[in-house]
């Protein structure tokens, strides 16, 4: 399994702003997800971060307000813009190989607060 | 669509007690089955897996059987611990190679001494 790092690990943010999080893997990886998971809920795709390509959205979300990088196959990042108090949650990075059963290893998660 | 449903909790065990989360699905094909685990404050740990039916994943005790005929993949241990306190997730993989995972609502699982 890959070991996955996110920064910054929580942060508290005012309405209006935008938060940049970064997800670092140790080895190069084919798909990367990110998901949100407001709080008490489970988690919802956000996107399929691809590299060089421009990222693929799920229904409800949408590049202007979450816009992702993938330069390369061990780095992400997710943008937060314009963030309002619904947007408090914890944003969930995961590699996957693409191959065999398909299961996904978790970064620990960034928790953000918008007040 | 693909969609996975949990069983409601919070769960309330004593220690030593029988543990059963209930997990249906629905997908089309033949899709893969994860549990994973929230352990309080940490991200999503991978408990165990199976890829086809009649498959028993098991890990740290736990076990879960995919049961095509029944759409289910239940996850049970023998003797939960209070160490086991976390909140529980089943998801799927879909036939397709999207890679993504639908994930059921979560349940939460508290163990008293």
């Known amino acids: 399994s890959a070991v996955i790092s996110q920064k910054p690990s929580r942060d508290i943010c005012q309405r209006g702003t935008s938060l940049t999080i970064q997800c670092q893997v140790d080895?190069?990886?084919?798909?990367m997800f990110w998901y949100r998971q407001q709080p008490g809920q489970s988690l919802t795709l956000i996107a399929t971060?691809?590299?060089?390509?421009?990222?693929?959205?799920e229904s409800g979300f949408v590049i202007d307000k979450f816009p992702i990088s993938r330069p390369n196959l061990t780095f992400s990042t997710l943008t937060v813009s314009n963030m309002s108090p619904e947007d408090s949650s914890i944003y969930l990075c995961?590699?996957?190989?693409?191959?065999?059963?398909?299961?996904?290893?978790f970064g620990p998660g960034t928790r953000l607060t918008v007040t | 669509g693909n969609s996975v449903t949990q069983m409601e909790g919070p769960v309330t065990l004593s220690e030593e007690a029988f543990l059963t989360i209930n997990c249906t699905y629905t997908?089309?094909?033949?899709?893969?089955l994860f549990w994973y685990v929230q352990y309080p404050g940490e991200g999503l740990q991978l408990l165990l897996k199976?890829?086809?039916?009649?498959d028993k994943g098991s890990n740290k005790g736990f076990e879960a059987t995919y049961r095509k005929e029944t759409t289910s993949f239940h996850l049970e241990k023998g003797s939960v611990q209070v160490s086991d306190s976390a909140v529980y997730f089943c998801?799927?993989?879909?036939?397709?190679?999207?890679?993504?995972?639908?994930f059921g609502q979560g349940t939460t699982l508290q163990v008293k001494p």
């Open positions: 199976a890829t086809k039916a009649d």
């Open positions: 971060a691809n590299q060089g390509s421009e990222a693929t959205y």
């Open positions: 995961s590699v996957g190989t693409g191959t065999g059963p398909g299961e996904q290893y």
């Open positions: 080895s190069q990886v084919t798909m």
């Open positions: 997908a089309t094909g033949y899709p893969s």
């Open positions: 998801a799927l993989k879909g036939s397709s190679n999207t890679g993504k995972l639908i």
